[in-house]
C-alpha cells in the first residue's frame, strides 16, 4: 500500500512541476538579456526570484490546507470577497496556460535548432508542428502523464551531471563574452540594485507554475483531504527546492564559465551543456530531453486550459449553454475537452507565429498574468486569516502581496506585459458580464479544478 502511494505521488508531483522547472530552459536567459549580458547580476537576479517563489509558496501551501478539493486561488478569492471576484484569476490563469504552450514550443524547438542550427529557418513551422503534436497526443488521453513524469525525472538527472561537469571543468579560460563578469570572479560583481530590478520580471517567468500543485489535487479522488493536503503540499515544496537549486547553480555556473549572450541560434541552456559536456552524444541527450520536458509542460497547460474552458462553459448550463459555447464543455472519449483544446492550440498558433517563435520574445508577455493570480491569492489568504484571528499569517501573506505588487508594477513598465495583463482583465470582465446575465449561477470556484 505505501509502495503504490509513493508510485501515485512521484508521478503526480513530477507531472505537475514539469512547467515550473522547464521554466529554467529559458527564464535565466530572459534575466540574463534584460541585463544586457551581463552575468555581474544574474545569481543576485536568481536568488531574488527564487526568494519570491518561496513567500508565494507560502501561501499556496495554506491554500492547500484551505481547499484540499482543489481550486487554489480562485477558490480562495471566492471565500474572501464573492464568488465574481474569481474570474481575476481565472482569467489570468487562462492567458498564462496559452502563453506557457506558446513558449514552451517556442522553446523546444528552440533547444533543436541550439543542437543544429541549420534548422533555423524552420523555426516556425518546429514550434508549430510541436504545438499540433503535442495537442494530439494531449487528446489521445492521459495515458501520456507517466511519460511527463519521466521526462521531468530524467532532466532534472542530467541537468544535474551538467551542473557537476560544468564545476569540474574549472573558469573558463577565454575572456568572457563583452559585459560579462570575469570568469570565476566575485559572483555578485558591482551587480547594480537597478539593474537586478531590472532584470526581475524577466526572470520571475521561473514562477509559473508556482499555483498548479493548489489547482492539481483534485485529480486526486482516490485520496482522502488528507492524502490529498499530504502530496500537493509535498510537491509545492519538493518543486521549489527543485527549481530553486537548479535555478541558482545554473546562474552562478553561467558566471563561472564566462557564459554572455548566446548567438541566434543557440540558448543559454545549450551553450552552458556545450562548455559543460562538450558535443556530440552527451549534448544531443541534453537538447532532447530539453525539448521533451518543455512539451510536457505544453501538455499539461493544454489539459489545464481545456479544463478550465470545459469548467467555464458548464456554468449555469441550460438548454443554451454556459458561460461559453457549449461545444467547449463536450469531452471525447477519453474524457479531454477536445474543443477547449483546439482553442488553446489555436491562440498558441498565433503568438508562435507572431513572436517569429522566438521563445526570448514571448517571454516578455509572460509571467504577469499569473502573477495577476498571485497577487488575488495572496491578498485573499490575508483576508481570511484576519477573519479568523490569525495576523501573523496575515502579515506573511501581505508581504507575499507586496512582493507580488512590485514584480507586477516593474512588469507594467513595458508595454508587452501591459498587453497581456489587460488581456487578463477583459477576460475575466466578459466572463463576469456572462456570469451576471445568467443570473450569477453557482460553480465558478470548481472552475480551476478543470
Known amino acids: 500500500m505505501r509502495s503504490s502511494r509513493l508510485h501515485l505521488f512521484v508521478a503526480f508531483a513530477f507531472t505537475v512541476m514539469a512547467d515550473p522547472v522547464s521554466s529554467v530552459a529559458y527564464a535565466i536567459e530572459a534575466a540574463l538579456r534584460a541585463l544586457d549580458g551581463d552575468p555581474a547580476g544574474l545569481v543576485a537576479t536568481m536568488a531574488l526570484v527564487v526568494g519570491v517563489i518561496v513567500v508565494v509558496s ?96 530524467a532532466f532534472l538527472l542530467v541537468a544535474a551531471a551538467v551542473v557537476v561537469a560544468g564545476f569540474l571543468a574549472g573558469p573558463a579560460a577565454s575572456p568572457p563574452a563583452l559585459g ?156 479531454v475537452a477536445h474543443w477547449g483544446v483546439v482553442v488553446v492550440l489555436a491562440i498558441a498558433a498565433v503568438l508562435i507565429v507572431a513572436g517569429g517563435a522566438h521563445e526570448q520574445e514571448l517571454v516578455r508577455f509572460y509571467a504577469v498574468s499569473v502573477f495577476a493570480s498571485f497577487l488575488a491569492a495572496t491578498l485573499s489568504c490575508a483576508r481570511l486569516a484576519l477573519r479568523e484571528g490569525r495576523p501573523s499569517a496575515a502579515a506573511f501573506n501581505l508581504l507575499g502581496s507586496a512582493l507580488v505588487a512590485l514584480v507586477m508594477a516593474l512588469n507594467l513598465t513595458r508595454l508587452d506585459s501591459t498587453v497581456a495583463l489587460l488581456a487578463s482583465l477583459a477576460l475575466a470582465a466578459w466572463f463576469w458580464r456572462g456570469w451576471v446575465a445568467r443570473g450569477r449561477p453557482r460553480g465558478v470556484v470548481g472552475a480551476a479544478r478543470g
Open 180 to 335: 560579462a563578469a570575469p570568469a570565476g570572479g566575485p559572483l555578485l560583481a558591482n551587480a547594480s540594485l537597478a539593474a537586478v530590478l531590472g532584470a526581475l520580471p524577466l526572470g520571475m517567468a521561473l514562477a509559473t507554475g508556482v499555483e498548479a500543485p493548489s489547482n492539481a489535487i483534485a485529480q486526486l479522488p482516490q485520496l482522502r483531504a488528507r492524502g490529498r493536503r499530504l502530496f500537493g503540499r509535498g510537491t509545492l515544496w519538493l518543486m521549489v527546492a527543485l527549481v530553486g537549486g537548479l535555478t541558482i547553480s545554473l546562474a552562478v555556473l553561467t558566471v563561472r564559465l564566462g557564459v554572455g549572450l548566446p548567438g541566434e541560434n543557440s540558448t543559454l541552456l545549450a551553450e552552458l551543456a556545450r562548455r559543460a559536456v562538450g558535443g556530440g552524444p552527451p549534448l544531443a541527450i541534453f537538447q532532447g530531453l530539453s525539448a521533451l520536458l518543455l512539451l510536457a509542460a505544453a501538455a499539461s497547460s493544454f489539459l489545464a486550459g481545456s479544463g478550465v474552458l470545459k469548467a467555464l462553459a458548464g456554468i449555469g448550463m441550460d438548454g443554451d449553454g454556459g458561460l461559453l459555447p457549449k461545444r467547449l464543455h463536450r469531452e471525447n472519449r477519453y474524457r
Open 58 to 153: 507560502v501561501t499556496y501551501h495554506q491554500l492547500i490546507g484551505r481547499f484540499p478539493e482543489g481550486g487554489g486561488g480562485p477558490e480562495a478569492v471566492a471565500a474572501a470577497f464573492g464568488e465574481g471576484w474569481a474570474f481575476l484569476p481565472l482569467g489570468a490563469l487562462l492567458v498564462d496556460f496559452t502563453l506557457t504552450v506558446a513558449v514552451s514550443c517556442a522553446a523546444g524547438a528552440a533547444a533543436l535548432i541550439a543542437y543544429a542550427p541549420g534548422l533555423d529557418p524552420a523555426r516556425v513551422p518546429i514550434a508549430l508542428g510541436l504545438a499540433l503534436a503535442v495537442a494530439l497526443g494531449v487528446l489521445a488521453g492521459h495515458r501520456g502523464r507517466v511519460g511527463f513524469a519521466i521526462a521531468t525525472q
